[in-house]
Structures are given as C-alpha cells and as structure tokens.
C-alpha cells in the first residue's frame, strides 16, 4: 500500500470514509437550516441569533465546519494529486489550500464562538 504524506486518512479506505461522513453531517446540517428557514418566514435577527446561541446549535454548527475543511481537504488533495504531475507545483498548491482551510476553519470558530 502507498501512502502519501500530504494525505489526510492513512489509506484511500479512510479518505473514503471521512469524505462520506463529513457530506452526511454537512446534508443534515444543510437540510436543518432550509426546514429552519423555510419554517420561520418572517426570520428576524432576535430569532437568527438565539438559535445560535444554543449550545447545541453551536456544537452542530461546529460539527459541520470541521466536516467541510475535512471533506475540502480529501476532494482538493486528491483533484492536486490527479491533475497536478510536477511535485513542486502540487506541493505549492496543497500548502496553499492547507492554510487556507486552516484559516477558514479557524475563522468560522471565532465567529461561531466569539463574543
């Protein structure tokens, strides 16, 4: 077996899986917020912003970003991996998309947890 060094999972088994699981949370969490929104029509910043200051709103919400850096990491590592043939090029490119997940991810926690 092949394992590569920028990769997430130590196999393609568990790149699978981790893909899989993060796009299930991530349709529970976006099928959540379309009911919430479509079942609160006239949505106002009171209401918004109480649902998020449940802990268990913030936790799912939290959930989800750390399943959408995982499930961005796998789909980009493996499209640089697939498309990307010089290894300078691809490593560049992994480490640009690595700190930029990273920003994001730690980004939305602030917002999400912040003050």
């Given at each position: 077996?092949?394992?590569n060094i920028s990769n997430l999972g130590r196999s393609g088994v568990s790149d699978w899986v981790i893909q899989r699981v993060?796009?299930?949370i991530l349709t529970?969490?976006?099928?959540?917020?379309v009911?919430?929104?479509?079942s609160n029509p006239?949505?106002?910043?009171?209401?918004?912003?109480?649902?998020?200051a449940q802990t268990w709103m913030r936790i799912f919400s939290l959930l989800a970003f750390i399943s959408l850096a995982a499930h961005a990491w796998v789909g980009l590592w493996t499209?640089?991996?697939?498309?990307?043939k010089s290894t300078c090029v691809r490593l560049?490119?992994?480490?640009?998309?690595?700190l930029a997940v990273f920003v994001f991810l730690v980004w939305g926690i602030?917002?999400?947890w912040g003050a």
């Open positions: 077996m092949v394992t993060s796009a299930v529970l969490y976006t099928v959540f917020i009911v919430y929104l479509l006239g949505l106002d910043y009171a209401t918004w912003s109480n649902l998020f499209v640089t991996t697939d498309y990307l560049g490119a992994q480490i640009v998309i690595i602030q917002v999400l």
